[in-house]
C-alpha cells in the first residue's frame, strides 16, 4: 500500500491511514507500505535547494529547517506522542545533516544532481519515521527503511533515475522477513546506486517504489492511496460530470498516466503486468468507496472510449523544409539531436510529403529544442523550425476503440461542429490512444465536447 502526501500532509491524515492500515492488519493481511513525503515538502526542498544555490545573500536556510522541523515534530507529537522523544531525536538528526549539505551548496554556490537528489529525499525520510511511529502508536511492530534499506538499487540517471532488475531478491530479503510480524514502511521516490549513491525516480516517483516492492515480495495486490476515488474519466476540474471508472486494463492505465491522468506514475504499470499483479487506486479520505482495479484483462464495454485526458504546459515545434524530402536520416538527425540534448519528444506527426514533421515536447525545453535544432537549419537540412507555446495536447483513449471503425471519425466531427482547430493528430498502431493538439484557449472546450460525445458520465453495462 502507497500512500501519497496528502494521506500523510497532516496527524489527521495520517490517523486515517493508520485507521486504514490496522483495518487490514487486523484481518490478516500482511501489508508493507510505502509513503510519499508531506505535501508540499519536496516543492519546499527543490525550492530551498535552488536558492542555497543561487543567492548571493544569506539564504534563509536556518529558518526553513526551523519551520521543517517544527512542522514534522508538531505531527510527530500528536500523531505518535509515545514515541515523540526517540523518534523526534532521529528527525533532528536528520535535519542537522540537511542544513548542513544547503550549507555547503550555498558556500560553493554549486548545486549537482547528485546533490538535488540527496536534498529532496528528506521528506520521504522524515514521513516515513512519523507513519512508523504512528503505527507503533496503534500496537503494530513497524520499521521505517529508507529506499537504499530497502534494497531499491537504480541507475545513475539523477532525478528520474530507473530501479535495476537485481533489486528484487534484494527487497524481497530484506522486506517479507518484517512481514511475518509487523508493518515496515519504505520510503517511495528514492533509491541508491549500486554503489550507494542517494538517488531518485522522478516527480510522483512513489508509485513506482510501490510497483517495485510489490513485484519484489510476490503481493498479491498493490494498492495506491491518493485523495480522489479512483481513475476518472476525464480531469475533475475541467469537467464537472465525471465518473470514476470501476476497471482499466494495462494499457489503458499506461495512456492514462502519460497523457497527464496524475492518479498514476507512469511506470508503475510495468513492474505490475509482470507479474500480472492488480493494481488499485483509492481514497484515503474515502477508504469505502471501491476505486479502480488496474488488471490485464481489459473490460468490454459497448461505449469504447473510456477517457478523454490532457497534457498542459507542452510546445508545438515544427519542422518544415522541402530538402527533406526524400532524404535518409533526417529524421534520425533531428531526433539524436533532442535525445542528445536530454529533451523527450512526446508526441510525432510526420506529414506523407515528408517536408513537415511536427512534434510535442515540455514547454521548459523549448528554448533549448530551438537552440538544438537550429544547427539543421543553418547546414541547410530543413528551411525553418517554427513553435508555439499555447497550445494543450489531448488524448481520446480506450482499449475498445481497437479495430472499431469511426472513432477517428466521431472524435474530428464533434470537434469540428464545436468550431475547435485541431492543429496536430497522433495515433499509435495499438489504437488504444488517439491524440492531437488544440489551442489553449479552446481546450476545455474540446475536453468537454468529446466527454459528451461519448457520453462518459453514463454508467455503461458490460456486453
Not at 554556490?109 to 546533490?115: A, D, G, K, M
Request: hydrophobic share 45%; glycine share 8%.
Amino acid at each position: 500500500m502507497k500512500f501519497g502526501g496528502t494521506s500523510v500532509g497532516d496527524a489527521g491524515a495520517i490517523g486515517r491511514t493508520v485507521d486504514i492500515l490496522a483495518r487490514y492488519h487486523a484481518e490478516g493481511h500482511e501489508v508493507a507500505v510505502v509513503v510519499s513525503a508531506m505535501s508540499g515538502v519536496t516543492d519546499q526542498l527543490h525550492a530551498i535547494a535552488a536558492e542555497a544555490e543561487s543567492s548571493v545573500e544569506e539564504p534563509p536556510i536556518a529558518a526553513f529547517i526551523q519551520a521543517l522541523r517544527a512542522k514534522h515534530l508538531k505531527t510527530l507529537e500528536a500523531a505518535a506522542p509515545g514515541q515523540a522523544e526517540e523518534v523526534g531525536a532521529v528527525i533532528n538528526e536528520r535535519l542537522v545533516n540537511l542544513e548542513h549539505i544547503l550549507t555547503a551548496v550555498h558556500a560553493l554556490h554549486e548545486l549537482t544532481q547528485r546533490s538535488k537528489d540527496y536534498i529532496v529525499s528528506y521528506g520521504e525520510r522524515l514521513s516515513a519515521l512519523i507513519l512508523s511511529a504512528a503505527i507503533r502508536e496503534r500496537g503494530i511492530p513497524s520499521t521505517a527503511l529508507d529506499g537504499c534499506e530497502a534494497g531499491i538499487l537504480t541507475t545513475s540517471k539523477h532525478g528520474d533515475a530507473l530501479v535495476l532488475p537485481q533489486s528484487d531478491p534484494r527487497i524481497h530479503s530484506r522486506v517479507v522477513p518484517l512481514l511475518m510480524d509487523g508493518m515496515p514502511v519504505i520510503t517511495g521516490y528514492m533509491g541508491c546506486t549500486p554503489e550507494g549513491i542517494v538517488t531518485t525516480l522522478g516527480r510522483s516517483g512513489s508509485d513506482y517504489s510501490a510497483a517495485i516492492v510489490g513485484r519484489a515480495i510476490d503481493a498479491d495486490e498493490i494498492w495506491i492511496w491518493t485523495d480522489v476515488d479512483g481513475v476518472m474519466t476525464s480531469d475533475p476540474k475541467i469537467i464537472a460530470d465525471v465518473r470514476v471508472l470501476p476497471y482499466v486494463s494495462y494499457r489503458e492505465a499506461m495512456e492514462l498516466s502519460y497523457f497527464g491522468a496524475k492518479v498514476l506514475h507512469p511506470k508503475t504499470i510495468e513492474p505490475a503486468m509482470e507479474k500480472d499483479t492488480i493494481v488499485r487506486v483509492k481514497n484515503t479520505f474515502n477508504p469505502d468507496s471501491p476505486g479502480t482495479v488496474v488488471r490485464r484483462q481489459e473490460q468490454k464495454e459497448k461505449r469504447v472510449v473510456k477517457a478523454i485526458t490532457h497534457i498542459a504546459r507542452v510546445a508545438l515545434v515544427n519542422i518544415n523544409g522541402v530538402q527533406m524530402i526524400g532524404r535518409p536520416g533526417v529524421a534520425r538527425e533531428i531526433f539524436t539531436a533532442l535525445g542528445d540534448a536530454g529533451i523527450n519528444v512526446m508526441m510525432i506527426s510526420q506529414a506523407s510529403s515528408q517536408a513537415n514533421i511536427s512534434l510535442i515536447i515540455e514547454e521548459n525545453d523549448l528554448p533549448l529544442a530551438l537552440e538544438v535544432l537550429s544547427a539543421p537549419v543553418k547546414s541547410g537540412l530543413v528551411r525553418e523550425v517554427t513553435s508555439d507555446r499555447n497550445v494543450v495536447a489531448i488524448a481520446v483513449i480506450g482499449a475498445g476503440m481497437a479495430g472499431t471503425p469511426g472513432i477517428s471519425g466521431r472524435i474530428f466531427t464533434a470537434l469540428g461542429q464545436a468550431g475547435v482547430n485541431v492543429m496536430m493528430i497522433s495515433q499509435g498502431s495499438s489504437e488504444v490512444n488517439v491524440s492531437f493538439v488544440v489551442r489553449q484557449d479552446e481546450s476545455r472546450k474540446a475536453l468537454q465536447v468529446l466527454h459528451d460525445e461519448f457520453r462518459l458520465s453514463e454508467e455503461c453495462k458490460d456486453e
